[in-house]
């Protein structure tokens, strides 16, 4: 079956700190990949994507995502993280090369930023 | 260019009742999907529709139904709401499918 995991619940940092955020998928094919994020009572924020080409993107806010086929991974990642990065981030996989736009999310994983 | 919106932002009802969710996409997109976030279940897909065609659901119950109109606007219908119904509802739309999905604020529902 088609999943996304994202094996870390919660993650706390400290401002200025390197973030890392793992995602793993299980997928018949190399699916599209995107990472959203979300401040609470908010709805989601698209950070990045992958649909082909170049494993590692660029999205806002600085992040970027390195696609890993041989692992099934596609890991967000920032340098140095501000207080205002602080909210829910999620993983989903989106089947490729179809006529749908069906996302599969993760369950998340919450980025609480110590000062 | 502005974004999704979703009207209304809150609703309240009580079991039993139904209720009707709005989604204006973005301008120039086709595609709408909702999605429906719980604590416990996390992001489920409801549907997704087309230039008006429903193109896909999820494993929901046939409580849930949705539609599309000519100017790409969508509703969700739920009809007898259960306590568990309560969740963030939220609506995305895209250009053309598949790409990616731009999601609006959302319509948190409570079912007393």
């Known amino acids: 079956a088609q999943s996304v995991t994202q094996p870390d619940i919660h993650i706390t940092v400290s401002e200025g700190a390197s973030l890392e955020l793992r995602c793993n998928y299980s997928?018949?094919?190399?699916?599209?990949l995107f990472w959203y994020v979300q401040s609470p009572g908010q709805g989601l924020q698209l950070l990045l994507k992958?649909?082909?080409?170049?494993?590692l993107v660029q999205g806002i806010k600085g992040f970027e995502a390195e696609f890993k086929r041989s692992q099934s991974s596609f890991n967000l990642r920032k340098p140095s993280v501000h207080w205002s990065d602080a909210a829910e981030y999620f993983c989903?996989?989106?089947?490729?090369?179809?006529?749908?736009?069906?996302?599969?999310f993760g369950q998340g994983t919450t980025l609480q930023v110590k000062p | 260019k502005a974004g999704v919106t979703q009207t209304p932002r809150y609703l309240i009802k009580t079991r039993g009742q139904q209720v009707t969710l709005s989604c204006s996409p973005i301008?120039?997109?086709?595609?709408v999907s909702w999605y429906q976030q719980t604590p416990g279940q996390g992001l489920q897909f409801l549907f997704e529709?087309?230039?008006?065609?429903?193109?896909n659901k999820g494993n929901f119950p046939g409580r849930f139904s949705g539609r599309q109109f000519s100017n790409s606007r969508s509703e969700m219908n739920v009809s007898t709401l259960e306590l568990g119904d309560s969740a963030l509802y939220l609506c995305?739309?895209?250009?053309?499918?598949?790409?990616?999905?731009?999601f609006g604020p959302g319509t948190r529902l409570t079912v007393t």
């Open positions: 989903a996989v989106g089947p490729p090369g179809s006529n749908t736009g069906k996302l599969i």
């Open positions: 997928y018949g094919a190399t699916p599209y």
């Open positions: 529709y087309f230039s008006e065609t429903q193109r």
């Open positions: 995305a739309s895209s250009f053309e499918v598949p790409n990616e999905q731009y």
């Open positions: 301008s120039g997109h086709r595609s």
């Open positions: 992958y649909f082909s080409g170049d494993t």
